[in-house]
């Protein structure tokens, strides 16, 4: 079974740039988390898809960031424009969601962002 | 504040050594605890998970993990360290009632390990 991948792994822009993270989850994962990690810095919860809908977003940092879930498989999440304080790792995690208490979240390598 | 503090930054043992992480939380009532392995490369793997019961946890690779609520741990914990287990670990908590279903992690500043042969 295919873990969670995430494209690219590595990405470097400019200040001002747009950049669009993507994050395909294990087949059949209802719930899809983006997580991010600023250099030094805890790993921060950022929203919570389940299925194509936006069941938490409270920890996106401002409308720079627009994340989406067509159709309720893969999901990109943009950063435009890009600023320095965007650096950092994100992290997207998926799990079943299937009524088990707090079911696994499965996470993928993640896609560090450098804004110069 | 609510808090997730893993004290140590970096921890350096040598092959065959036990090993103890430390973590501590604050909330007002306990939370749901987990421990996650990152290494290079790779994704977050989780280790372990502590919801009730038993305050002695075992999980994947050797490691367990103890809960301890008169002092708000969860350290965890490896009898005989392998250099394979070099990584970073984090300590991560589910308030005990996250609402509307999002069960969003809440991490410590994460752990890192080297291990010398």
């Known amino acids: 079974e295919a873990g969670v991948t995430q494209f690219p792994s590595h990405s470097v822009i400019e200040?001002?740039?747009?950049?669009?993270?993507?994050?395909?989850?294990?087949?059949?994962?209802?719930?899809?988390?983006?997580?991010?990690?600023?250099?030094?810095?805890?790993?921060?919860f950022l929203l919570h898809f389940v299925k194509e809908s936006k069941q938490d977003e409270s920890g996106m940092p401002n409308n720079r960031f627009l994340a989406e879930r067509t159709g309720g498989t893969y999901?990109?999440?943009?950063?435009?424009?890009?600023?320095?304080?965007?650096?950092?790792?994100?992290?997207?995690?998926?799990?079943?969601g299937q009524g088990d208490l707090l079911d696994t979240q499965y996470f993928g390598p993640g896609t560090r962002l450098t804004v110069l | 504040a609510q808090s997730v503090t893993q004290p140590d930054i970096h921890i350096t043992v040598s092959?065959?050594?036990?090993?103890?992480?430390?973590?501590?939380?604050?909330?007002?009532?306990?939370?749901y605890l987990f421990w996650y392995v990152q290494s290079p490369g790779q994704g977050l793997q989780?280790?372990?998970?502590?919801?009730?019961?038993?305050?002695?946890?075992?999980?994947?690779?050797?490691?367990?993990a103890e809960f301890k609520r008169s002092?708000?741990?969860?350290?965890?914990?490896?009898?005989?360290?392998?250099?394979?287990?070099a990584a970073e670990y984090f300590c991560a908590v589910v308030p005990l009632y996250s609402g509307?279903?999002?069960?969003?992690?809440?991490?410590?500043?994460?752990?890192k390990l080297s291990v010398i042969p």
């Not at chain 1, 943009?78 to 650096?87: F, I, N, R």
């Not at chain 2, 050594?17 to 009532?29: H, V």
């Open chain 1, 15 to 44: 200040k001002g740039q747009t950049v669009t993270l993507r994050c395909d989850p294990i087949s059949g994962h209802d719930n899809l988390y983006w997580y991010r990690r600023v250099m030094g810095k805890e790993i921060k």
């Open chain 1, 75 to 96: 999901s990109t999440l943009k950063v435009q424009p890009a600023e320095l304080e965007d650096s950092g790792v994100y992290f997207c995690a998926s799990s079943l």
């Open chain 2, 46 to 64: 989780l280790l372990l998970k502590y919801f009730s019961g038993d305050t002695l946890v075992q999980g994947i690779k050797g490691f367990e």
């Open chain 2, 15 to 31: 092959e065959g050594a036990s090993l103890e992480l430390r973590c501590n939380y604050s909330y007002g009532a306990t939370p």
């Open chain 2, 71 to 85: 002092q708000s741990s969860f350290n965890l914990r490896k009898p005989s360290v392998h250099w394979s287990d």
């Open chain 2, 100 to 111: 509307a279903g999002s069960y969003q992690l809440t991490f410590g500043k994460g752990t």
